[in-house]
T-cell receptor, first 114, second 115 residues
Framework: DVKVTQSSRYLVKRTGEKVFLECVQDMDHENMFWYRQDPGLGLRLIYFSYDVKMKEKGDIPEGYSVSREKKERFSLILESASTNQTSMYLC?????????????FGDGTRLSIL | AQSVTQLDSHVSVSEGTPVLLRCNYSSSYSPSLFWYVQHPNKGLQLLLKYTSAATLVKGINGFEAEFKKSETSFHLTKPSAHMSDAAEYFCVVSADQTGANNLFFGTGTRLTVIP
């Protein structure tokens, strides 16, 4: 299975800062995803990418952007961090788009915005 | 349309007793279904998947799930709970068409194992 590595386990930033969350896979899979996870709300999709420089909005893209310059790396950017973006952020990778293929997750980044 | 309902937000069992985590799904076509486990402050780990082969699916750590089309259910079971099974479990359904974004997550069931 693919190994998904998120650069930081815990991160503390201040309101208004530009924040970068990095995700790297050790294979060559096309599809990568960013989710946030909040108590009582489950996992919500922020953005996904199906190839280099290709991206699509998920369910809650407001306040976020993404970058995929290389196939193995997918970055989530908080343009101007706000306290309501305090959350657990999870990156996932899936090979191809055929039905039945699961996503594989990183260990998550717990982000606190003060 | 696809959706998943996990019927219990919290399940508590004694160590050594059976585990049952319930999941019902809704899907227009034959679904692909998954169970994931999440330990505290960790990502989601795939436990098992159903993709229209055998209806009884065996996963890691002694877990298994049975796909029942007539009941639209995909309940997760384990014969004997271990302390290390304490975690949050997510039932997930895959959309019936191809596409990059095709997973729908349940809201999770927190499993507590009592020594």
């Amino acid at each position: 299975d693919v190994k998904v590595t998120q650069s930081s386990r815990y991160l503390v930033k201040r309101t208004g800062e530009k924040v970068f969350l990095e995700c790297v896979q050790d294979m060559d899979h096309e599809n990568m995803f960013w989710y946030r996870q909040d108590p009582g709300l489950g996992l919500r999709l922020i953005y996904f990418s199906y190839d280099v420089k290709m991206k699509e909005k998920g369910d809650i893209p407001e306040g976020y952007s993404v970058s995929r310059e290389k196939k193995e790396r997918f970055s989530l950017i908080l343009e101007s961090a706000s306290t309501n973006q305090t959350s657990m952020y999870l990156c996932a990778v899936r090979q191809g788009i055929r039905i039945g293929q699961p996503q594989h997750f990183g260990d998550g980044t717990r982000l606190s915005i003060l | 349309a696809q959706s998943v309902t996990q019927l219990d937000s919290h399940v508590s069992v004694s160590e050594g007793t059976p585990v049952l985590l319930r999941c019902n799904y809704s899907s227009s076509y034959s679904p692909s279904l998954f169970w994931y486990v999440q330990h505290p402050n960790k990502g989601l780990q795939l436990l098992l998947k159903y993709t229209s082969a055998a209806t009884l699916v065996k996963g890691i750590n002694g877990f298994e799930a049975e796909f029942k089309k007539s009941e639209t259910s995909f309940h997760l079971t384990k014969p004997s709970a271990h302390m290390s099974d304490a975690a949050e479990y997510f039932c997930v359904v895959s959309a019936d068409q191809t596409g990059a974004n095709n997973l729908f997550f349940g809201t999770g069931t927190r499993l507590t194992v009592i020594p």
